[in-house]
């Protein structure tokens, strides 16, 4: 197939680049490069069946609409991505998230190309469940606090998702993505686990943000790839939402020892406010757990590593 990949030279989207071209797919990638890089594509730049065109999707002469009409398949991933990056700059994070996946979305429409749109856990909101489903109701925060714009902006996505499968008979799906990890993710906007093993690589402190006893399930990005690699392989998943994740959970500040330890760090557990870390008034959910009944009755899709494997190996991609 011809598949093309927005945000392919992004930590997910490199990973899925790798997986596809290895299956003998057409794959191209577009992307600005903003939170990506090049490195994370450059062993492919001298396949035939490779393409990479750097280019921001919301610029007015983007080559994105005759991609689009051009693939097979899409995986639409661009996006302003990384909590801190999106407190830091909201305007930007609407306009990639809204006007970029629209526009995406629009020419998916008009040329009958299947897609699979990137979302994610944070449309969750502040909901105090601890086991989050497809279908539950979602609580995100007042436009006062920025935090929620990533979150807002992404449940947008999924609602022109919904609503162009309902008026155009678009083939597409939302996958909502519950912390993926794994080599090639940077720390440089906020991700925990490449900032902690940075820091317990270089034995110093592994700052926790607000008590630490906040719960997260941590799926390794090559079990990612292969949940969007199956529901490539079928036919009904348009106008549905998948949960992809592992439901392994641990404590932040578990996830924090278990990284010292295996590193074989001497470094220490520092608390950091959510205010000192973030904005005032920042807010964090406690527990955040994915029920994957859905993509595993459809697809027989479970994650397979658990979480010593990932932080190996995100010990080892650091350490290179
Ligand atoms: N990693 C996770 O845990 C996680 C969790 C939830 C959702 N997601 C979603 O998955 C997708 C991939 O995330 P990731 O973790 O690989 O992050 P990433 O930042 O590595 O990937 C995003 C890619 O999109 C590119 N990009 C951003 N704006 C663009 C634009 N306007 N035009 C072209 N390219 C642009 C970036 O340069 C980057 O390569 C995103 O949509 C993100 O919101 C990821």
């Known amino acids: 197939m011809k598949i093309l990949i927005t945000g392919g030279a992004g930590f997910i989207g490199s990973h899925l680049t790798d997986e596809l071209l290895s299956l003998g797919h057409c794959v191209t990638v577009i992307d600005n490069l903003s939170t990506g890089s090049e490195d994370n594509i450059a062993q492919h730049l001298t396949n035939e069946k490779f393409a990479f065109i750097k280019e921001d999707i919301i610029d007015e002469d983007s080559k994105i609409e005759s991609l689009i009409a051009n693939a097979d398949m899409v995986y639409h991933l661009a996006a302003a991505v990384g909590v801190e990056l999106v407190v830091n700059d909201p305007v930007h994070t609407l306009l990639t998230n809204v006007s970029g996946t629209e526009k995406v979305l629009q020419a998916a429409a008009k040329n009958n190309t299947r897609i699979i749109v990137a ?26 606090n920025s935090r929620w714009s990533y ?3 992404k449940l947008l996505d999924e609602f022109f998702v919904m609503a162009f499968h309902q008026a155009n008979d678009l083939d597409g799906c939302v996958v909502r993505f519950f912390n993926t990890v794994g080599p090639r993710q940077t720390g440089r906007y906020g991700m925990v686990l490449p900032r902690f093993v940075k820091a317990a690589l270089s034995n110093e402190n592994l700052l926790v943000y607000g008590t630490g006893e906040q719960t997260r399930c941590f799926c390794h990005v090559a079990d990612t790839v292969q949940a969007l690699r199956t529901l490539l392989e079928r ?57 994957i009944s859905t993509i595993t009755n459809d697809t027989n899709w479970k994650p397979v590593r658990n979480l010593e494997k990932i932080i190996n190996d995100v010990i080892d991609f650091i350490n290179k």
């Open 119 to 144: 979302s994610t856990s944070e449309v969750y909101g502040k909901s105090t469940k601890e086991t989050f489903s497809e279908t539950d109701d979602l609580l995100i925060g007042s436009p006062y």
């Open 151 to 153: 979150a807002c902006s």
């Open 235 to 291: 036919d009904d998943t348009a106008g549905k939402i998948y949960n992809i994740g592992n439901t392994e959970k641990i404590s932040i500040n578990q996830l924090a020892q278990k990284v010292i330890a295996q590193a074989n760090s001497s470094s220490s557990i520092e608390k950091i406010p959510y205010e000192k870390a973030y904005n005032k008034g920042f807010e964090d959910m406690l527990h955040r757990a994915p029920n």
